[in-house]
């Protein structure tokens, strides 16, 4: 169970399910409702959600590694590294995570000619590692690589899957209405996916005020003070639910889905507003935990929405 910990295991059930669902929930039905066949085949697929899995658990078990003296502060009873599992062998299983997900990453980039993603699945482990040591310790920098970093992952989706299929069809399929469908609703789930991170960045930095300041962190809490963090915590989650809304009214597609109004009002916005509620009442920095965990399951109900939205496709 302390593996399972160290590697984050509920995050990465929710990386998984974001990329399942976003091929066959939405990209799919996209692709059958304008009758092409989709040319990503399963195996490279799995292998695409091997390699985001295996970068996301590389970061989360380097983070715990360079971690251990804050956590020791914030949450002795939470410390894994050091305690349950030796610091050489959390080492070994970054750099293991690490090289194997960068060499299922290049061979997908090899068999769907992205030249440029072999840049990117080099990329990433090298700035989890940089994150890991410096970049989480400076203001707002940290909290909005992790939010860069995970709106990357319903791209890499939708990228190769029109990257192979530009292999098939040459360079008109990305001009077709069915690619302009699939990168607009994935953007949307990428911009969802950004905020609700970097909210639940800033609620964490908050929680963990007390350790990081022992090692000379510069977060936002640190720098600007927790009413200060507490007021843009709000302001992200109140602009996140008005922008969902809005959406949902601009885009007619997604209100003749069946019970997508009750979705949204039940699973996003009386989370969304529970969640200021939250915020805005927690007197000390570990009340903050709760909001962390509403964030979480804002990002799982999120997730499950795209099932929903790809049913007006079919």
């Not at 092409?36 to 078990?61: D, E, K």
């Not at 590694?65 to 804050?70: I, K, N, Q, S, V």
């Not at 597609?253 to 039940?266: F, M, Q, R, W």
């Amino acid at each position: 169970m302390a593996y399972l910990k160290l590697i984050r295991y509920k995050n990465l059930t929710i990386i998984i399910l974001l990329q399942v669902l976003l091929r066959y929930g939405l990209i799919l039905p996209i692709l059958e409702k304008y009758n092409i066949t989709p040319a990503l085949s399963t195996l490279n697929f799995i292998l695409l959600v091997v390699t985001t899995v295996l970068l996301a658990a590389s970061g989360n078990v380097i983070n715990d590694y360079f971690d251990l003296r804050t956590d020791r502060i914030n949450r002795p009873e939470n410390v894994i590294v050091g305690k349950s599992v030796k610091r050489r062998v959390a080492l070994l299983l970054h750099v293991l995570f690490s090289f194997t997900g960068v060499f299922i990453g290049l061979y997908l980039a090899y068999i769907t000619r992205k030249e440029n993603y072999v840049f990117l699945f080099v990329f990433i482990p090298a700035i989890l590692w940089a994150y890991s040591t410096t970049l989480k310790k400076q203001f707002l920098i940290g909290n909005l690589t992790i939010a860069l970093l995970a709106a990357i992952v319903p791209y890499l989706v939708v990228s190769l899957e029109f990257a192979a299929l530009q292999r098939v069809h040459g360079r008109e399929i990305v001009n077709t209405t069915a690619c302009s469908l699939a990168w607009f609703w994935t953007t949307g789930f990428a911009f969802f996916a950004f905020i609700t991170n970097l909210t639940r960045e800033i609620i964490k930095d908050i929680q963990d005020i007390n350790g990081d300041k022992a090692v000379g962190c510069k977060t936002l809490p640190i720098e600007m003070g927790i009413p200060y963090s507490k007021a843009v915590v709000s302001i992200l989650s109140i602009g996140s639910l008005i922008a969902v809304w809005i959406i949902y009214f601009f885009v007619k597609e997604l209100k003749a889905i069946p019970y997508s109004t009750a979705y949204l009002i039940v699973f996003i916005t009386i989370p969304y507003l529970y969640l200021t509620y939250i915020t805005i009442t927690a007197k000390e920095p570990h009340d903050m935990k709760k909001a962390s965990n509403i964030c979480k399951w804002i990002m799982l109900f999120g997730v499950l929405f795209i099932a929903m939205a790809g049913y007006s496709f079919r």
